[in-house]
Nanobody
Framework: QVQLVESGGGLVQTGGSLRLSCAAS???????????MGWYRQAPGKERELVAS???????NYADSVKGRFTISRDNDKNTVYLQMTSLKPEDTAVYYC????????WGQGTQVTVSS
């Protein structure tokens, strides 16, 4: 069993920055099986969408809307994935969720990011 806990969300002004963290805990063997991790977001009334993903080898993928502004990274020793967000826009406002895939999918509880105009 794996639990994912996100942190780092908050309220920022347009153009500001935030860094989200997602720490995995639980069964060591389950954590070892995690290869892909990613960040998703969901705004009110909208579908949950992929923001960025990264595998254990460091290969990354970004949504077009965040390319050049967001950076995903991971620290395998700390079992943590990060999302550095810069040049934030109001349209980035959403609940951000961490996802990890081992034998099954795991989701965090989400952290709110609000970008004011």
């Amino acid at each position: 069993q794996v639990q994912l806990v996100e942190s780092g969300g908050g309220l920022v002004q347009t153009g500001g920055s935030l860094r989200l963290s997602c720490a995995a805990s639980g069964s060591i063997f389950s954590i070892f099986r995690i290869n892909d991790m990613g960040w998703y977001r969901q705004a009110p009334g909208k579908e949950r969408e992929l923001v960025a993903s990264i595998n254990r080898g460091g290969n990354t993928n970004y949504a077009d809307s965040v390319k050049g502004r967001f950076t995903i990274s991971r620290d395998n020793d700390k079992n943590t994935v990060y999302l550095q967000m810069t040049s934030l826009k109001p349209e980035d406002t959403a609940v951000y969720y961490c996802k990890a895939i081992a034998n099954i999918q795991y989701w965090g509880q989400g952290t709110q990011v609000t970008v004011s105009s």
